[in-house]
C-alpha cells in the first residue's frame, strides 16, 4: 500500500462496523480537505469501499495477525478486537505517527494534523484517562490493578489512541501484548483497553479528555464551558441504539442523514432520530448530573491548559 503522508487515521472494524467508521472517515475528511495525514480503514479481511470515500482518498487496508492472536479471549472475543495493537507494528514502515479511533466516534472538528504530532515524550502513546475519573478520586484504584494485585496507576481509554510507531517498534509492545493477552486470556475484562493498561501500567502520556470525550451521556452540558473534539460513544448506548434516550438526537439525525445519502443500505440501522420530548424529570435528572459532577470535570480539565497540553 502506497502512503500519501507519514502520519495516518485508522479506524479498525469489520462489516458490521464499517458504516459506521466511513461515517467517521468522512468527517474527518470533510473537516480537513487539505490534510497532513492518511486516512485508512483496517480490517482482518477484505471489504469493499464506496465510490465517494475511494474519490476522497480514504483507503481499505487488510492485515493478518498472528495466529497467536486467536489464543486471547477466543471463547468471548475473535482477534479483531485486538487488531489495533497489531496494525500499529504492521505499519511502523510506512508511518511515524498513527491515531488509532474507535468506530463508534463523532467528530465535532479540530485539528487532527496537529494531534498527530503532539509530544508524548519517552511514551509509545498518548491517550486521555477513562470515564472513572470523573466521578471518583483521582487516584481511583483501576479493577485491573486491583485483580492482580498492582499498585494504582492512570489508566486510559483505548478508544483515542495517538502512536509513536517507532518507539512502539522499539518497546516490542505487541509483543508484549500478545503474550500478556495469552498468559491471561480469559481474564481481559475490557479486552484491548484492559491488555493495555496492564501492561504499560501507567506508562503513556495523558492527553486532554476534550480528544476522547466519554461522558457525552452522563454530562452533556459540558461541552457549553468546554469545546470537545472526539465524542466517544461508551458502553451500550449508542446513537443508532439508544433506547434509553441517553444521547442528543442530533446525533442519530446525523447518522441518519448522512446513510441516506451515502450508505443507503444502512438507513435501516437507524431507529427513529426525532424521539419523544424529554421529561421535566429527565431535563432535571441532567442538570442535577452536572452541578454534582462539575467541581469534578472542571478539576480533571483544568489540569490541561489548553487542548495540546500533554502530561507525562
Known amino acids: 500500500m502506497a502512503a500519501d503522508h507519514d502520519h495516518a487515521v485508522m479506524m479498525c472494524c469489520d462489516t458490521n462496523y464499517l458504516p459506521y467508521a466511513l461515517h467517521l472517515a468522512w468527517q474527518i475528511h470533510t473537516w480537513s480537505p487539505d490534510r497532513s495525514f492518511d486516512i485508512l480503514i483496517v480490517s482482518g479481511s477484505d471489504l469493499e469501499l464506496p465510490g465517494w470515500a475511494v474519490a476522497a ?3 481499505q487496508v487488510t492485515l493478518a495477525m498472528d495466529p497467536d492472536w486467536a489464543r486471547v479471549d477466543s471463547d468471548r472475543f475473535g482477534p479483531a478486537v485486538y487488531l489495533p495493537l497489531s496494525a500499529i507494528a504492521q505499519l511502523a514502515p510506512r508511518y511515524r505517527r498513527i491515531l488509532a479511533l474507535d468506530s463508534d466516534i463523532w467528530f465535532e472538528g479540530g485539528d487532527i494534523g496537529r494531534l498527530l504530532r503532539l509530544d508524548l515524550g519517552p511514551h509509545a502513546l498518548g491517550a486521555a484517562r477513562d470515564i472513572m475519573y ?30 509513536d510507531t517507532a518507539a512502539y517498534v ?139 497540553h500533554v502530561l507525562y
Open 57 to 59: 482518498g480514504i483507503r
Open 170 to 308: 522499539a518497546q516490542d509492545l505487541e509483543r508484549r501484548f500478545l503474550d500478556r493477552g495469552v498468559t491471561e486470556s480469559g481474564r481481559m475484562w475490557l479486552v484491548d483497553q484492559t491488555l493495555m493498561n496492564v501492561v504499560l501500567a501507567g506508562r503513556f502520556a495523558e492527553i486532554s479528555p476534550v480528544w476522547n470525550w466519554v461522558s457525552t451521556a452522563f454530562l452533556p452540558l459540558v461541552s457549553h464551558r468546554y469545546p470537545i473534539r472526539l465524542r466517544h460513544f461508551i458502553g451500550g448506548q449508542k446513537p443508532w441504539r439508544d433506547a434509553k434516550r441517553e444521547l442528543d438526537a442530533r446525533f442519530a439525525a446525523g447518522y441518519a442523514e448522512f446513510f441516506r445519502v451515502f450508505l443507503p443500505d444502512a438507513l435501516p440501522r437507524i431507529g427513529d432520530p426525532e424521539g419523544d420530548q424529554l421529561t421535566f424529570r429527565e431535563l432535571g435528572n441532567i442538570a442535577l448530573n452536572y452541578l454534582k459532577s462539575r467541581t469534578k470535570v472542571d478539576r480533571t480539565l483544568s489540569r490541561f491548559r489548553d487542548e495540546w
Open 134 to 163: 470523573f466521578f471518583a478520586p483521582y487516584n481511583e484504584h483501576a479493577r485491573e490493578f486491583r485483580d492482580r494485585s498492582m499498585p494504582a496507576h492512570p489508566y486510559f481509554n483505548s478508544g483515542v489512541v495517538v502512536y
